[in-house]
């Protein structure tokens, strides 16, 4: 994970004009899916095995770059459950201030 900011020839501009900010395109490109699969009807276990992951991804990322504030956030679909992740800024965020409005299930999870 490099400083996209301190890249020359990272087109920000280009980015804030398709996503806004910074943070809605690595919400964009640090994305992944997980198809439900034969528990898909027990959100149980789509659950504890989404907060899982997301610890794992946490926890790798906290061992590979200590110096970054990284939020990752996860959604449970009715197929699948994604993963994302994007660097803490200020003045911008990805999720609503309400979760509880989300139709779909949303985890987020700060290390």
Known sequence: ???DQEDESYPVERVIESFFDLTGYEMFK???????GLFSHIKQVQ???LLLRMRILRDYIKEHFPDRKIIVIGLICTNETQIRFHEKRE?????ADNIDEY???VVA???
């Open 91 to 95: 003045k911008e965020s990805w999720l």
């Open 47 to 49: 659950t504890r095995m």
């Open 30 to 36: 640090n994305e992944m899916n997980f198809r439900n």
């Open 103 to 105: 139709t779909d299930g």
């Open 109 to 111: 999870l700060v290390p």
């Open 1 to 3: 994970m490099k400083n």
